[in-house]
């Protein structure tokens, strides 16, 4: 049966897995995305809920249940925040390999936290400096949770993950209840890893290297 690892303890072929993403390739440039719709009728069709009990996972080429790990190749084109949430997932080792690692899921371990309204417009100088991830110094090879920073503009809902270990990768969502963080088409939220992880973590006081 499946349970919730500790921060710290994670070894073996997961560990690994955040290795392989430390390899890429400087990034300058890049085009922008255009701006995305105003879909005003997700957080009502999430029950007002705006974080997710479970991160969708979508693709997954490292099969441990990371997602997306190609670097981006836009830079994004994001919403303001109008009100933001703050919820962390903790890895769930679900399954595992046929080579013995482990396969997790990302389940949410307490209830949404807003975000201060004095901390917003910080928190918006920093969706501004999101950019293609840079791996050419790699990154390292620890585990820890997840952060979804879920903010609502005019009831369009957009997700941030941050990566609490790592390189502090960032993934986008334009829902986070129905599509994979970092998945390619969407509006504005683009499709793969983002650097800024570690200023928003800041920003938000969340980061467990504190």
């Known amino acids: 049966m499946g349970r919730i690892r500790p921060v710290g303890a994670f070894l073996g072929s997961a560990s690994a897995a955040v290795v392989l993403m430390g390899c890429g390739v400087q990034w300058s440039g ?8 105003v879909r005003p009728f997700e957080l ?10 479970e ?13 997306v790990q190609e670097v981006a190749d836009d830079h994004p084109s994001l919403l303001s925040p109008n009100e933001a949430w703050v919820c962390q997932y903790d890895p769930f080792d679900a399954a595992t390999t046929t080579s ?40 390292n090879a620890d585990l820890g949770p997840r952060w979804l920073v ?11 993950v941050v990566d609490d270990y790592g390189c502090r990768d960032v993934r986008l969502t334009d829902n986070p209840h129905t599509t994979p963080p970092g998945a390619d088409d969407q509006e504005g939220a683009v499709g793969g890893i983002l650097d800024g992880g570690e200023a928003i973590l800041d920003i938000l006081g969340l980061s467990r290297q504190g």
């Open 150 to 160: 879920v903010y609502n503009h005019g009831g369009d809902l957009t997700g941030l």
């Open 100 to 139: 013995g690692g482990a396969v997790y899921e990302w389940r949410r371990s307490d209830q949404p936290t807003p975000v201060d309204s004095a901390d917003l417009p910080h928190l918006r100088d920093a969706l501004g400096g999101l950019h293609p991830a840079d791996r050419s110094e790699g990154c």
């Open 30 to 37: 890049t085009s922008t995305a255009d701006k995305p719709e």
């Open 44 to 53: 009502a069709d999430a029950a007002n809920r705006p974080c997710p009990d």
């Open 55 to 67: 991160l969708p996972t979508g693709d997954d080429p490292s099969g441990h249940g990371f997602g």
